[in-house]
């Protein structure tokens, strides 16, 4: 059974900075995209940052750039977010995901969640201005 665990979230002030992790296990398929997305109330959940499979290229949502970044060990099966100069926007639930088909060594529109099949339960981050 392929899991997807997340970890690190919290709450910070304005311009602080969280690392998330993401543990993958049970996964059997080809080496995966993956992907942090994040979601508030009433909101449809939204891309943030993407990482192909050999970590060597990756995407992020303009929101986000150069603030954020994603990284991955494919060794231990792990994803990270580094998330720095976080504001009061950057508040939301933020989830790992898994694509087992590596649609997004494609190019177009890596960020589409319907193209990720495998979802951890979640972590929150919360900032306060």
């Known amino acids: 059974q392929v899991q997807l665990v997340e970890s690190g979230g919290g709450s910070v002030e304005a311009g602080g900075s969280l690392r998330l992790s993401c543990a993958l296990s049970?996964?059997?398929?080809?080496?995966?995209?993956m992907a942090w997305f994040r979601q508030t109330p009433g909101k449809e959940r939204e891309g943030v940052a993407v990482?192909?499979?050999?970590?060597?290229?990756?995407y992020y949502a303009d929101s986000v750039k150069g603030r954020f970044a994603i990284s991955r060990d494919n060794a231990r099966s792990t994803l990270t977010l580094q998330m720095n100069g976080l504001q009061p926007e950057d508040t939301a639930m933020y989830y790992c995901?898994?694509?087992?088909?590596?649609?997004?060594?494609?190019?177009?529109?890596?960020?589409?969640?319907?193209?990720?099949?495998?979802w951890g339960q979640g972590t929150q981050v919360t900032v306060s201005s």
């Open positions: 995901a898994a694509d087992s088909r590596a649609l997004c060594t494609d190019g177009g529109d890596v960020m589409r969640a319907a193209a990720f099949d495998y």
């Open positions: 049970g996964y059997k398929y080809n080496r995966p995209c």
């Open positions: 990482i192909t499979p050999a970590g060597g290229r990756t």
